[in-house]
């Protein structure tokens, strides 16, 4: 029986923690080789008193504090906390199976070239809007081949959500980058793909996610992915995926708009570019909701997810790349 250690990053999440955490005392794995880490980035709501109520009732449950409040540098305070067999990365807003760490511990562990296994993302609405950006982040028009988000491939893949890990990739490829924001769990899997491990997605792990619940968390959270996808570029000098291409050249195309009056001829092409991209967005919007009265909002969910990961791409081409910044922080509340 492998040991396994989850590590949950957490800040200010008093509305969600206690189900994450019910969820995995409801798992079926036993007890006694399971490490629960909770590692708070200095909550000030009831996050922590929440968290040490169930400390108290269940031992292997612990809280760790965070003091640089980042995700990266959660994760590895809670990775290096003990020695398990298998670090299993979790969100505060999930929840999961009862068979969640048996799978992955099967996953992970079927074959030596396997460095992590993951499984498929069910959403879970908290209002309609919520249900709206589910329906378009469950779409490969919105979010291309995130395969744990569209569950359309079963096998070796480049990443997964709630990445299980064995501890050895952490020993050959190092911990978590503490200097990403964002994007932190796709660099580290980068690295272990080009350490020559393989990246397993298994659907029979299956975990739920609270969606975020409005258009405007939706832009904000997708700009840092691209920003900081630059700077993962620039690290390691190569682009990591063609897919990250695709919004940040559609906001070049929209930006274009601005010749048109100039170059007539340009404009039939624009617009007959952008009259497909609509027809593109509509037929998914179809296929993931029988309502009439939600495909505008499914459209424009889509337009968000590419317009604003694109135009953090650019802001990430100019910080990064061309005024040499050093990575700033503060960007994570762009």
Request: glycine content about 6%.
């Amino acid at each position: 029986m492998k040991t396994v250690s989850i590590v949950i990053p957490c800040r200010d999440e008093a509305h969600y923690i206690g189900a994450c955490l019910d969820s995995l005392i409801a798992t079926t794995y036993p007890k006694e080789a399971l490490s629960v880490y909770v590692c708070d980035g200095m909550s000030q709501d009831m996050t922590r008193n929440i968290v040490k109520e169930y400390e108290k009732k269940h031992p292997f449950i612990h809280l760790l504090n965070n003091p640089q409040r980042t995700t990266p540098y959660a994760l590895n305070i809670g990775i290096r906390a003990d020695n398990s067999d298998v670090a299993i990365i979790l969100g505060a807003h999930s929840t999961v199976a009862p068979d969640f760490i048996e799978r992955n511990c099967e996953a992970l562990f079927s074959d030596d070239s396997i460095g992590c296994a993951g499984g498929t993302l069910t959403n879970i609405y908290e209002n309609e809007i919520s249900q709206i950006i589910g329906y378009a982040m469950s779409q490969p028009f919105g979010v291309g081949n995130a395969h744990f988000r569209t569950g359309t491939k079963t096998g070796f893949v480049d990443t997964v959500a709630f990445g299980s890990y064995k501890r050895e990739v952490f020993d050959k490829v190092g911990y978590f980058d503490e200097q990403l924001t964002r994007n932190q769990d796709d660099e580290f899997n980068f690295r272990l793909k080009k350490a020559g491990y393989q990246i397993l997605l298994d659907p029979s792990i299956r975990s739920n996610y609270v969606v975020r619940a409005s258009f405007s968390k939706l832009f904000r959270q997708y700009f840092q992915y691209g920003y900081w996808k630059v700077f993962v570029n620039q690290k390691h000098k190569i682009i990591t995926s063609i897919r990250q291409l695709v919004p940040c050249l559609f906001v070049l195309f929209l930006v274009t708009a601005c010749i048109t009056p100039i170059l007539p001829v340009f404009g039939f092409f624009y617009a007959a570019i952008l009259f497909l991209y609509l027809i593109i967005a509509l037929m998914y919007a179809i296929q993931s909701s029988l309502s009439p009265s939600r495909w505008a909002s499914i459209i424009l969910a889509f337009i968000i997810l590419h317009v604003s990961y694109g135009s953090g791409y650019w802001a990430g081409i100019w910080d990064f790349l061309i005024c040499r910044k050093k990575p700033n922080y503060d960007k994570s509340s762009r």
